[in-house]
């Protein structure tokens, strides 16, 4: 669904070539060599089954991720660009180490880490994108922006450059507000959260 690679060694010592194993059958490879309809039916179906799959896991994370992106959009991309480029930059160092002796421990670890974070919170990014187009429709419902945000995950798979702004918008926008979710969860919110000392005895 998102240009994201899994990788493996193969030969009979180890150090034979690496080949890509794409996450979910469609890595970067496969949308480029498909044609413009078939790359938007492929990432609409992906980002549907993503996006139930990761809300159905995550019950009470994921939905306030959601309505976290919604409500401050520029915060939570502004906090998840850079959580992007780590998280990015963490699965391509385990590429690049993976062919050498600490890549069975530390390289792999690596790619599974950055290959399940990225389209998770791009998942919820693109829920959070559905969600406010639901909402102007008159539809705020949870269940019309998951269609609404695969549907707009397919209207980018036309066009390949297209795709890769989009997701990388909506991975910034769903880390940033799943990190800041993270953070609010020890506070206090909510006014029912909060503590009221007892009064002073004389």
Known sequence: MWPLDLYSVSGATGTGS?????????????????GPLERAGLLFAGAFVFAAVVLGLLQGYAPRTVTKARRSPVISICVGLPGLL??????????L??????????????IVLGGTIVPAF????????????AARLGRDRLSVGIFLGSLLAGIAGFSLALTVVVAGFA????IGAGVRVIMATGGTSRPDD?????ANKI
């Open 171 to 174: 991975g910034a926008l769903g």
């Open 122 to 133: 791009t998942a919820l990014g693109f829920v959070a994108f559905g969600r406010s187009i």
């Open 97 to 110: 180490i993976l062919g050498t002796d600490l890549g069975p421990f530390f390289g792999i670890p690596m």
């Open 86 to 95: 780590v998280v990015v930059g963490i699965g391509s160092t385990g590429y």
């Open 194 to 198: 909060r503590t009221v000392p007892p």
């Open 18 to 34: 690496i080949t890509p194993l794409t996450i979910g059958g469609l890595g970067f490879e496969t949308l480029e060599t498909i």
